[in-house]
């Protein structure tokens, strides 16, 4: 049960991803895709992959900062 409430949070944190960073992010967690893969998908320099990918991650992390925060909050 856990581990399916983990997988909804985490397409819903996705979700929530900027629209440039979310398809990046989504190509290497989800399809498992290289770096350079991605940039030959999405018609970009691996660089702006790189730094798609970091940016994306990092906006990710806040969004599950933020949800478990919110759960935390609802569940005291």
């Known amino acids: ?3 399916s409430m ?3 949070l985490a ?3 996705l979700e929530e991803v900027d629209a440039v960073y ?3 992010v989504a190509l290497f967690y989800l399809k498992d895709l290289s770096y350079k893969e991605i940039a030959e998908i999405l018609d ?3 660089g702006t992959i790189m ?3 970091s ?3 990092a906006q990710l992390r806040e969004i599950f900062k933020r949800k478990e925060t919110e ?3 609802n569940t005291l």
Request: glycine share 8%; net charge positive.
């Open 1 to 3: 049960m856990r581990r």
């Open 6 to 8: 983990d997988g909804h």
């Open 11 to 13: 397409i819903e944190a």
């Open 22 to 24: 979310r398809e990046p």
């Open 44 to 46: 970009v320099p691996i």
């Open 51 to 53: 730094s798609r990918l």
């Open 55 to 57: 940016r994306g991650k």
């Open 71 to 73: 759960t935390s909050a």
